[in-house]
């Protein structure tokens, strides 16, 4: 993960993941390598998802592209 928060400029950057995680992507969520990489953003899909969440300040950013629904 390489993107920086726009706000505090830091990269302690969390990805937002929408729709019903798989429960192997839970899984994945339980390691501790992935702590702070994810944060789920729920099954509520609206056309202006931030993608990207700041774990140091909290600020969303980012739009989630269609291309990434699987
Ligand atoms: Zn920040």
């Known amino acids: 993960m390489k993107e920086t928060c726009p706000d505090c400029k830091r990269t302690n950057i969390a990805e937002i993941m929408y729709g019903y995680p798989s429960s192997k992507f839970l899984d994945e969520l339980k390691k501790d390598e992935n702590k702070g990489k994810y944060q789920l953003g729920g099954c509520c899909i ?14 969303l950013f980012g739009n989630r592209e269609d291309e990434e629904n699987e």
């Open 46 to 59: 609206s056309n202006d998802d931030p993608a990207f969440s700041c774990n140091d300040c909290g600020f």
